[in-house]
T-cell receptor, first 112, second 111 residues
Framework: ETGVTQSPTHLIKTRGQQVTLRCSSQ?????VSWYQQALGQGPQFIFQ???????GRGNFPPRFSGLQFPNYSSELNVNALELDDSALYLC???????????FGPGTRLTVL | QKEVEQDPGPLSVPEGAIVSLNCTYS??????FMWYRQYSRKGPELLMY??SSGNKEDGRFTAQVDKSSKYISLFIRDSQPSDSATYLC???????????WGAGTKLIIKP
């Protein structure tokens, strides 16, 4: 069984640029959630995707957007990057109806 | 006031000690309670998953949920240096899979 994978591992961007992060869900999981984790803090929920549609969103502006594909993999897109967007971005997958969420290793984004 | 409160530590204990980690919360709608372990610069790893009140044991780990007090605990027996990590509690409501997290407690097990 393959776990949750994320790419890239690290990324450095400058303010105002756009970034796309990718996530492959664990085998058999049809729901993907994205979280932002600032240094020294717990993760903050960005949004969740189920059957290719957004299924809940946290307190993040519209410049954070996402996609889910038919194979349940997902992308997180962030436009107009700000310095405060520097964080570890985590993807978690689960099976709908079961609340156990399994996380990938994360993508560390640095915005200069 | 945050929805989930967790002491950031660090908590430093000698090898072999029993460790007690705790979180308090304010939202009575929370039904699912989880403990994750996170090593530095890595993704969180699910340790324990509990639904509603009660105890759950898995090896050296025991999770307790007291919904009447809005208080959850994780106990680690026979602690090992490899248990040194940040422990995060997370919880969600019955129909909402959005996880609400504590800030994490940094645990250090001294050999």
């Amino acid at each position: 069984e393959t776990g949750v994978t994320q790419s890239p591992t690290h990324l450095i961007k400058t303010r105002g640029q756009q970034v796309t992060l990718r996530c492959s869900s664990q085998s058999g999981h049809n729901t993907v959630s994205w979280y932002q984790q600032a240094l020294g803090q717990g993760p903050q929920f960005i949004f969740q995707y189920y059957r290719e549609e957004e299924n809940g969103r946290g307190n993040f502006p519209p410049r954070f957007s996402g996609l889910q594909f038919p194979n349940y993999s997902s992308e997180l897109n962030v436009n107009a990057l700000e310095l405060d967007d520097s964080a570890l971005y985590l993807c978690a997958s689960m099976t709908s109806g079961y609340n156990e969420q399994f996380f990938g290793p994360g993508t560390r984004l640095t915005v200069l | 006031q945050k929805e989930v409160e967790q002491d950031p530590g660090p908590l430093s204990v000698p090898e072999g000690a029993i460790v007690s980690l705790n979180c308090t919360y304010s939202n009575s709608a929370f039904q699912y309670f989880m403990w994750y372990r996170q090593y530095s610069r890595k993704g969180p790893e699910l340790l324990m998953y509990t639904y509603s009140s009660g105890n759950k044991e898995d090896g050296r780990f025991t999770a307790q949920v007291d919904k009447s007090s809005k208080y959850i605990s994780l106990f680690i027996r026979d602690s090992q240096p490899s248990d040194s990590a940040t422990y995060l509690c997370a919880m969600s409501g019955d129909s909402n899979y959005q996880l609400i997290w504590g800030a994490g407690t940094k645990l250090i097990i001294k050999p």
